[in-house]
């Protein structure tokens, strides 16, 4: 069974916002003063311990109304572990949403306290595809919630400003799990970008190619390691959210906004070769959340598939193509919600092999099926349709059939039309009303050429 939606929702804000209190309280100690310092036009907050020599200044975030409540709370926050324990026990044992592999988690728990999400890491991959299950309230295949990688991506500017730091990353790791151990870059074998562990846990650090240095290792100094630049990871990291992932008493953590992971999953899964792994596991992953965003979060699909459609042909190529791999109800949905017809795939075209007809008496329509990209597609013509235009009126049920079956070209034609040239109305599924019939017979008219695989007659040379 999903989980209930509304239960689990309600549940996950809770944590939370327990959470984020609590990776406060632990970060900041109460022997110190909040202070704030203004970088073009912009306020920041630190936390300042110690005088003099020994002072220092720990990086806490831009300031921002919740913020602001957060240091005015905090002496009053105290510790809820337990309370947090059961709350992530109920979203995993009693709703069944999914939690990392335990040595995953705490690899997470150490790099949440070693600060690299207060100074702005974000968590990316399957572990961020897994915490939007509690954040979305849908129930994820477990198939694509698998992984054994931790991926954290931080813009190279933000590390470079920020003016705090963890410790050395290769140090935080061990804490954890002393068999961690520096992975060579392919790129420049003097650095790593990873690290790996035995048991087949490894952790990357990403970043957003400038396009600058072709792919060499760029220097992270807010995290103290290196990291690989990639295409693309710009749009994903932009804007974060904060997210939970359900381990222990919950770790407050930062991802992509679920829109920017889908999309992204989109473009990357068309730079992988075919029958890849990974592949397939992009394309599930954004098929999932396509489908429930489009519900849910309508305004954020279409907002980061317009600014994503907006940087140029590469990215408009490869969005699309990777839309029209999608199953096509969730590929119809997306459609639906940015306003485009299916004509915009490429290769797609609506095909009938002769399939047989029947009339539907409870919505008094006639039903027929076609193909397109290899998939079923459920069309219909209703009574009124047939009756106005082609001559069924007053004719029973057999009459009607006849009727279709006499005018099947014509009929199959339009539906053709609408199905590639139009808005989507129905994901999945199609239907002729008796406006349809005039405005796609013209279409179909102004088409013909292209449409029966026939070249418009050369003119003659004169």
Known sequence: MPAPSLVSQTTYAELLERTANAAFQETFAENGAFTSKTVNQRKYWYFQTGTGPERSQRYVGPETPELLEKIERHKEIREDERERRTLVSTLVRSLGLPRPAAEIGEIIAALARAGVFRLRGVLVGTIAYQTYAAMLGLRLPSASTITMDIDIAQFTNVSIAIGDRTAPMLEVLKEVNKSFRPVSNVVDGRRATSYSATGGLRVDFLTPDDHAEMGRPQKLPALQTDAQPLHFLDFLIRDPEPAVVLHGAGIYVHVPAPARYAVHK?????????????????????????????????????????????????????MIEGLGLLEPLARDVVLDNIGAPRSILPGIDLSFDNPPARYDFSRDIVTFVGKALGSSVNCAISREAMDDHFGSDGLGQEGRLEAFLKNRSRIEAIARAKYLSAPVEEPGSLLIRTSDVGHFSQHVLANKPRESGKRPASPKRQ
């Open 266 to 318: 989109l473009i990357i899964s068309r730079r992988r070769p075919e029958g890849f792994a990974k592949r397939d596991k992009d394309l599930h992953q954004a098929e999932v959340l396509l489908a429930a965003l489009a519900e849910k979060r309508p305004h954020d699909l279409k907002s980061a598939w317009e600014e994503a459609y907006e940087r140029g042909p590469k990215w408009r190529q490869l």
